[in-house]
């Protein structure tokens, strides 16, 4: 196959332009005359794919020859971004493309405005997924990405009247040219009916299924570019389709609406994405969308990645499947499925091959977050993976007896089904088993999923568990969404640190030199007012110069406690008004949120409300206005977080110590300059041990205090009644003064900070008061701050994707890198 040059050497300013012409005129069927802007965005996106396109298709091809191991990541969820910056940073086209089309006449940053991202993911897990096959293909490591193409991402958040409503994302209306559908290719998944026992040709008796109905899975191919390395990975997402799009018969006899509505249903499985964090929706809907995609995924490879002749019993040596999550762990008894009933593979033979294909990733600690299918609904609608799933138990549950003799309540511990509060399968359970190895996403969260969640399993198996901490791409992160101070890194310690992001250290002299800490202050300057250009534009936000930008982004939940970083404002606000303090000793602070709640969390959107309310009533304030101010832009999604994180000061980092997971946000941040003020949680824990004690700011309990709290009994009201600097700033929410006199407005979220406060925010109010003024007394010296801040920078470039990749690729894939 002729491969042409793609990465380098580029082509020229002149053969650009003339391929870009051509896609606007034959592709997109327009002159540049009367095109518009989103045909000229169209044409642009299709020209640069075709650059990555060659080596997209010669990478697959030696892939497939080489017969090597490939990375099978199931994903229910792809934060991408958007696509063109990072296709342009890949293929070193950025200077060509802008020069050509500015002889054009055309501005390259208006096509990048026009791309609408595709928010296929609802917070960190899916922004997670888009930054390891990053990392994967800028590692040359075969891997392709499998998940859902929801016609509707996540919900467009708008507020009205300082309420969240949400507004369906039609991120696909105005074409997507990033994609490769292949309706040829479309894979049948079946659904529903029952199950029989019958006799093989060699007469052995076997189980099969007899489903009622099935639906098409249409492929849809998406390029993973590498940076500069000329690697391009496949993220295949499935859309569904009617097997039969009209049934002529119905339709015939004149019934249309009958007729589209098996259509419609089909089409239903890959229609929207479940707008939820860390809680799952136990709808049916959802188990069909788990089900339908890796359905198609593991037949996909199978079939279509492998030699027809392949022996796979040798499946482990071709592929990992990393469950990300619970959400594709029904891919275990389909695999067991597809090698047993379909192949005829003796179920022992089959079951160690499965064994090997699969590992585990928990995200989560959250008890209501582990996901539990109830076995009436696995009988309705995948009858043969019920019952694979009780004889897969069965065996296990030999073994623990065997291993347990006369431990019959360990045995019903650990049982994958349940019957209490109803006979139900516990995914993370079935995924522990199966999988060759099950990992948590930053040290304390493995820890506390070995002694807490899965304690009885990291018992029986110490050496399945193993923790692998997140990371997030430098690519988009630091050097497409901080291009200020990647030139200063370049300048300063050159380009290496791109993908060897460790050689950030090199940078840890400079922290010492006067003037370098003068120019960082340049950059975070420069970085602000992009923001607050962009802020104007967007939303209409005005952001005041001067003051420390203090940032909270990330979905919006009680365990993160944005309640009590609205707890912090308002009881500085509360100490300005009532003379309490004298505000020339106040540090000016624009707070920015950024956050979406699930539309059906109550407390979640009572909380979007009262920051709302308070910013609106702090923005009218005149003796507040200048020191105080409260941005809260709607709609936070991958293309704000890249212009937010780099302005930014200080990083909120502020759940209750047990609770995240990791976070990543956390990693972003630092990253790119900002202090954390946070609780010893999630990978903040790594973060203040890299950066050191000095230049990270934590307060609150440690997760033994909550524990320790929680079984002593936590009473809310009464640190309310003994703190008075507390006591009246919950007051003053609770007075109507944000709510024009309207009290019972803000009662749901004072009644439950009073009588409920699951993730004790009143609790470490305190100390978060005082780690705040610490920071108010830290910036005050701009250039101590900066060094600190430099430093965060110097220590901090473990936290790569990259090197969260080299450690799976090691110890839980064993899969190399071409
Ligand atoms: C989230 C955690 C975060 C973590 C990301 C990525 C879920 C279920 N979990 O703390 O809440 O950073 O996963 O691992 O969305």
């Given at each position: 196959?002729?491969?042409?040059?793609?990465v380098?050497?580029?082509?020229?300013?002149?053969?650009f332009?003339?391929?870009?012409?051509?896609?606007?005129?034959?592709?997109?069927?327009?002159?540049?005359?009367?095109?518009?802007?989103?045909?000229q965005?169209?044409?642009?996106a299709?020209?640069?794919?075709?650059?990555?396109?060659?080596?997209?298709?010669?990478?697959?091809?030696?892939?497939?020859?080489?017969?090597?191991?490939?990375v099978?990541?199931?994903?229910?969820?792809?934060?991408?971004?958007r696509?063109?910056?990072?296709?342009?940073?890949a293929?070193?086209?950025?200077?060509i493309?802008?020069?050509?089309?500015?002889?054009?006449?055309?501005?390259?940053?208006t096509?990048?405005?026009?791309?609408?991202?595709?928010?296929?993911?609802?917070?960190?897990?899916?922004?997670?997924?888009?930054?390891?096959?990053?990392?994967l293909?800028t590692?040359?490591?075969?891997?392709?990405?499998?998940g859902?193409?929801?016609?509707?991402?996540?919900?467009?958040q708008?507020?009205?009247?300082?309420?969240?409503?949400?507004q369906?994302?039609a991120?696909?209306?105005?074409?997507?040219?990033?994609?490769?559908?292949?309706?040829?290719?479309?894979?049948?998944?079946d659904f529903?009916?029952t199950?029989e026992e019958?006799?093989?040709?060699?007469?052995?008796?076997?189980?099969?299924?007899?489903?009622?109905?099935?639906?098409?899975?249409?492929?849809?191919?998406?390029?993973?570019?590498?940076?500069?390395?000329?690697?391009v990975?496949?993220?295949?997402?499935?859309?569904?389709?009617a097997?039969?799009?009209?049934?002529l018969?119905?339709?015939?006899s004149?019934d249309?609406?009958?007729?589209?509505?098996?259509?419609?249903?089909?089409?239903?499985?890959?229609?929207?994405?479940?707008?939820?964090?860390?809680?799952?929706?136990?709808?049916?809907?959802?188990?069909?969308?788990?089900?339908?995609?890796?359905?198609?995924?593991?037949r996909?490879?199978?079939?279509?990645?492998?030699?027809?002749?392949?022996?796979?019993?040798?499946?482990?040596?071709?592929?990992?499947?990393?469950?990300?999550?619970?959400?594709?762990?029904?891919?275990?008894?389909?695999?067991?499925?597809?090698?047993?009933?379909?192949?005829?593979m003796?179920?022992?033979?089959?079951?160690?091959?499965?064994?090997?294909?699969?590992?585990y990733?928990?995200?989560?600690?959250?008890?209501?977050?582990?996901?539990v299918?109830?076995?009436?609904?696995?009988?309705?609608?995948?009858?043969?993976?019920?019952?694979i799933?009780?004889?897969?138990?069965d065996?296990?549950?030999?073994?623990?007896?065997?291993?347990?003799?006369?431990?019959?309540?360990?045995?019903?511990?650990?049982?994958?089904?349940?019957?209490?509060?109803?006979?139900?399968?516990?995914?993370?359970?079935?995924?522990?088993?199966?999988?060759?190895?099950?990992?948590?996403?930053?040290?304390?969260?493995?820890?506390?999923?070995?002694?807490?969640?899965?304690?009885?399993?990291?018992?029986?198996?110490p050496?399945?568990?193993?923790?692998?901490?997140?990371g997030?791409?430098?690519?988009?992160?630091?050097?497409?969404?901080?291009?200020?101070?990647?030139?200063?890194?370049?300048?300063?310690?050159?380009?290496?640190?791109?993908?060897?992001?460790?050689?950030?250290?090199?940078?840890?002299?400079?922290?010492e030199?006067?003037?370098?800490?003068?120019?960082?202050r340049?950059?975070k300057?420069?970085n602000?007012?992009?923001?607050?250009?962009l802020?104007?534009?967007?939303?209409?936000?005005?952001?005041?110069?001067?003051?420390?930008?203090?940032v909270?982004?990330?979905?919006?939940?009680?365990?993160k406690?944005?309640?009590?970083?609205?707890?912090?404002?308002?009881?500085t606000?509360?100490?300005?008004?009532?003379g309490?303090?004298?505000?020339?000793?106040?540090?000016?602070?624009t707070?920015?949120?950024?956050?979406?709640?699930?539309?059906g969390?109550?407390?979640?959107?009572?909380?979007?409300?009262?920051?709302?309310?308070?910013?609106?009533?702090?923005?009218?304030?005149?003796?507040?206005?200048?020191?105080?101010?409260?941005?809260?832009?709607?709609?936070?999604?991958?293309?704000l977080?890249?212009?937010?994180?780099?302005?930014?000061?200080?990083?909120?980092?502020?759940?209750?110590a047990?609770?995240?997971?990791?976070?990543?946000?956390?990693?972003?941040?630092?990253?790119?300059g900002?202090?954390?003020?946070?609780?010893?949680?999630?990978?903040?824990?790594?973060?203040?041990?890299l950066?050191g004690?000095?230049?990270f700011?934590?307060?609150g309990?440690?997760?033994?205090e909550?524990?320790?709290?929680?079984?002593?009994?936590?009473?809310?009201?009464?640190?309310?009644?003994?703190?008075?600097?507390?006591?009246?700033a919950?007051?003053?929410?609770?007075?109507?003064?944000?709510?024009?006199?309207?009290?019972?407005?803000?009662n749901?979220?004072?009644?439950?900070?009073?009588?409920?406060?699951?993730?004790?925010a009143?609790?470490?109010?305190?100390?978060?008061?005082?780690?705040?003024?610490?920071?108010?007394?830290?910036?005050?010296?701009?250039?101590?701050?900066s060094?600190?801040?430099?430093?965060?920078?110097?220590?901090?470039?473990?936290?790569?994707?990259?090197?969260?990749?080299?450690?799976?690729?090691?110890?839980?894939?064993?899969?190399?890198?071409?």
């Amino acid at each position: 196959m002729a491969v042409g040059p793609v990465v380098s050497p580029p082509h020229s300013v002149d053969g650009f332009v003339k391929e870009f012409l051509r896609e606007l005129n034959f592709g997109t069927g327009v002159l540049l005359s009367r095109a518009t802007v989103n045909d000229q965005y169209v044409a642009l996106a299709r020209t640069v794919a075709h650059y990555l396109a060659a080596r997209w298709l010669e990478g697959g091809r030696t892939r497939r020859e080489a017969g090597v191991k490939v990375v099978g990541y199931l994903s229910a969820e792809y934060l991408l971004g958007r696509q063109l910056g990072n296709a342009l940073l890949a293929t070193g086209l950025r200077d060509i493309v802008e020069e050509g089309l500015e002889s054009c006449g055309i501005n390259l940053s208006t096509l990048r405005a026009q791309e609408v991202e595709p928010g296929l993911g609802n917070g960190g897990l899916g922004r997670l997924a888009a930054c390891f096959i990053d990392s994967l293909a800028t590692l040359n490591v075969p891997c392709i990405g499998y998940g859902i193409r929801y016609e509707y991402g996540i919900f467009r958040q708008t507020f009205v009247d300082g309420r969240q409503v949400e507004q369906p994302d039609a991120w696909l209306s105005l074409g997507s040219p990033w994609e490769f559908p292949h309706p040829e290719a479309a894979v049948q998944v079946d659904f529903g009916g029952t199950t029989e026992e019958y006799v093989d040709e060699d007469g052995t008796p076997r189980r099969r299924w007899l489903p009622s109905w099935n639906v098409l899975g249409v492929p849809y191919n998406y390029m993973v570019p590498g940076y500069h390395n000329g690697r391009v990975n496949t993220l295949r997402l499935w859309s569904a389709q009617a097997t039969k799009a009209f049934d002529l018969q119905i339709f015939n006899s004149g019934d249309y609406a009958e007729a589209v509505r098996a259509q419609t249903f089909a089409e239903n499985i890959s229609k929207v994405l479940y707008p939820e964090d860390s809680t799952p929706q136990g709808r049916e809907l959802r188990l069909q969308q788990q089900y339908f995609f890796v359905a198609c995924s593991l037949r996909d490879f199978i079939e279509r990645e492998l030699p027809a002749d392949f022996d796979l019993h040798d499946l482990p040596e071709r592929i990992i499947f990393q469950l990300n999550d619970t959400h594709p762990v029904i891919a275990v008894p389909e695999l067991m499925r597809l090698l047993v009933d379909e192949r005829k593979m003796d179920w022992d033979e089959a079951w160690a091959v499965t064994q090997k294909c699969f590992a585990y990733t928990c995200h989560t600690l959250l008890p209501e977050a582990l996901e539990v299918w109830p076995t009436e609904m696995l009988a309705k609608l995948l009858p043969r993976h019920l019952e694979i799933i009780y004889q897969i138990n069965d065996g296990f549950l030999r073994e623990v007896r065997e291993a347990f003799p006369g431990d019959e309540m360990r045995a019903r511990r650990m049982s994958i089904v349940t019957d209490y509060p109803e006979r139900a399968v516990r995914m993370a359970y079935l995924a522990t088993v199966a999988g060759a190895k099950v990992n948590g996403v930053a040290e304390l969260h493995s820890q506390l999923l070995r002694d807490k969640v899965l304690p009885d399993f990291s018992e029986y198996w110490p050496e399945k568990f193993t923790n692998v901490t997140n990371g997030v791409t430098p690519r988009r992160f630091i050097r497409l969404a901080n291009w200020n101070f990647t030139r200063l890194i370049n300048e300063t310690i050159g380009t290496g640190w791109v993908t060897d992001l460790d050689r950030l250290a090199e940078l840890e002299p400079y922290a010492e030199d006067p003037e370098f800490r003068a120019r960082f202050r340049q950059v975070k300057a420069a970085n602000k007012e992009r923001l607050a250009k962009l802020l104007v534009a967007r939303d209409g936000i005005v952001l005041p110069e001067g003051h420390l930008l203090d940032v909270m982004v990330k979905r919006l939940h009680e365990y993160k406690r944005q309640s009590m970083k609205l707890l912090h404002i308002l009881s500085t606000y509360e100490q300005i008004i009532s003379g309490a303090i004298d505000p020339a000793t106040v540090t000016p602070r624009t707070f920015v949120f950024g956050a979406k709640a699930a539309p059906g969390y109550k407390m979640a959107k009572e909380t979007i409300f009262a920051i709302n309310a308070v910013a609106a009533t702090l923005a009218a304030d005149e003796r507040t206005n200048h020191l105080l101010t409260v941005a809260f832009p709607a709609n936070y999604n991958v293309t704000l977080a890249e212009k937010l994180i780099p302005a930014a000061d200080l990083s909120e980092q502020i759940s209750l110590a047990g609770k995240e997971a990791s976070g990543t946000g956390n990693m972003k941040f630092a990253l790119n300059g900002a202090l954390t003020i946070g609780t010893d949680d999630g990978a903040n824990v790594e973060i203040r041990e890299l950066v050191g004690d000095d230049n990270f700011i934590l307060f609150g309990m440690s997760e033994p205090e909550v524990a320790d709290l929680q079984a002593r009994g936590y009473n809310p009201a009464a640190v309310y009644e003994s703190n008075p600097l507390l006591k009246r700033a919950i007051d003053l929410l609770a007075s109507g003064h944000f709510t024009e006199g309207n009290r019972d407005a803000m009662n749901p979220l004072v009644m439950d900070l009073l009588y409920n406060d699951r993730f004790l925010a009143l609790a470490d109010f305190q100390s978060y008061i005082e780690a705040q003024a610490k920071v108010d007394e830290l910036y005050a010296d701009p250039d101590a701050w900066s060094r600190k801040a430099i430093l965060n920078v110097a220590r901090t470039g473990f936290f790569s994707s990259d090197r969260s990749m080299r450690e799976y690729l090691d110890r839980i894939w064993h899969a190399k890198a071409l």
